[in-house]
């Protein structure tokens, strides 16, 4: 079984790991996202789950199409600042002066 979603007005299918789509641009972004990992049909469904969120897109369900949510945040400010001082994040904290 292929996941359908719609992305910009077209339709794309994912299908064993493959993005299938008449817009070449768009299957060009989501062949980028693509997971050659996905081979049972709920992978399939959660990777389209993950690219229709990343672009904005509408996942097919049994009941019609359904806006796709939102993937969580790859990166977070935590990753670059402490906890206690987020004002200090960014690449040049390191000439602030420390107290």
């Known amino acids: 079984m292929s ?13 064993q790991g493959q993005w299938a789509c008449d817009d070449e641009s768009l299957q060009a972004m989501l062949q980028a996202l693509a997971d050659p990992r996905a081979v049972t049909e709920e992978q399939e469904r959660d990777h389209a789950l993950y690219a229709a969120g990343r672009f904005g897109g509408l ?21 670059f600042a ?9 690449w040049l904290s390191f000439l602030r002066k420390k107290r």
């Open 82 to 90: 402490p906890s206690r001082a987020p004002e200090r994040a960014g």
């Open 3 to 15: 996941a359908r979603i719609r992305v910009y007005g077209k339709e794309a299918v994912f299908t």
């Open 59 to 79: 996942v097919a369900t049994a009941y019609g199409w359904e806006a796709a949510p939102l993937p969580e945040a790859e990166i977070r400010m935590e990753d």
